[in-house]
């Protein structure tokens, strides 16, 4: 088998058929379509085995509500693709790039990472294309890029071969951040080659954002730890991680900050200034901290 297609799934009945229906149209020829229900609550479970029984590339695994990390770990265990490629549940495949997937595969590619586009739909529909603009020469620049957010990763948007896992598991201690932790590991131990087109559409919730930033600002501490856990960076990447710890904060505080949450951005600003002073000089965080104690 070439490909193994994952989606993780949780209470998403009203997207998944759907979003199944193309991916049987995209990838049946070369690929298996592998559902794993992550203890949906809705009737997720039921569309997984319609879809299951309605087309035989698809397989279905069930488990307790883990989160997406768990999931996907799951479905890669039980792929026979040499290939994986992961779609989240809201997300879109975009109509023809299966026969592009094909053919990038069949070249046989010695790189175990082909990171592609994707497309960003806002949450006022507008859409904007991200294609991988830079080819970085090591391990340690694609890592440093990706920190500092000067490549944009999304689980749509990436091909592994599926030898990645024998070296890096997803980190099912996480439900929000994990790809995060997970891609920076790849990033670290296996070369990169671009794909210079988008594989999918990502659907932005605003709402979804800020229930993220309200559940994540507690973990970051840990969060922190686990991606820069020893030995799983190149070494000159470990000096970044104040200054990434505190932009972690900073971006929950502008969160908060947009939310009108005023005491909760001040209290994220304040986090990122114990961690890394100079951080918090960044001009956009600083305008949005000052201007919170402005009355209206």
């Known amino acids: 088998m070439l490909l193994s297609v994952i989606i993780p799934c949780y209470n998403y009945d009203h997207n998944l058929e759907n979003l199944c229906q193309n991916l049987v149209v995209e990838f049946s020829e070369f690929a298996e379509i592998i559902l794993v ?17 309605d087309f035989t ?14 999931a996907r770990q799951l479905g890669t265990n039980n792929a026979s693709g040499n290939w994986i490629y992961y779609i989240d549940a809201d997300d879109q495949i975009i109509r023809g790039v ?13 790189e175990a990472l082909l990171i592609a586009g994707f497309i960003s739909v806002l949450s006022n529909g507008k859409e904007k294309v991200k294609l991988p603009k830079k080819n970085f020469q090591s391990r340690s620049a694609w890592v440093r890029a990706f920190l500092n957010k000067k490549i944009s990763i999304v689980n749509g948007g990436v091909l592994l071969k599926k030898a990645v896992f024998n070296k890096i598991k997803w980190d099912h201690r996480f439900t929000i951040v994990e790809d995060k932790i997970f891609y920076a590991h790849c990033l670290a131990n296996f070369d990169v080659k671009t794909l210079n087109f988008p594989l999918c559409k990502v659907v932005h919730h605003s709402e979804s954002l800020r229930q993220s930033a309200d559940k994540a600002v507690e973990e970051i501490p840990k969060f922190v730890n686990a991606l820069f856990e020893e030995g799983k960076l190149p070494k000159d990447i470990y000096k970044l991680k104040n200054a990434f ?3 972690r904060h900073l971006s929950a505080s502008r969160v908060f900050f947009i939310g009108q949450n005023k005491k909760r951005g001040r209290q994220e600003f304040y986090k990122a ?24």
């Open 245 to 247: 710890h505190a932009k």
């Open 57 to 70: 590339c698809i397989q279905v695994f069930h488990q307790k509500n883990k989160g997406p990390a768990a």
């Open 273 to 296: 200034l114990k961690v890394s002073p100079i951080s918090v000089l960044n001009k956009s965080y600083l305008k949005k901290f000052l201007i919170s104690f402005v009355k209206k």
């Open 37 to 53: 229900n992550d203890g949906s609550t809705d009737s997720t479970k039921e569309i997984c085995e319609k879809l299951k029984s």
């Open 98 to 110: 299966g026969k592009k997937i094909y053919k990038s595969l069949s070249n046989k590619p010695k």
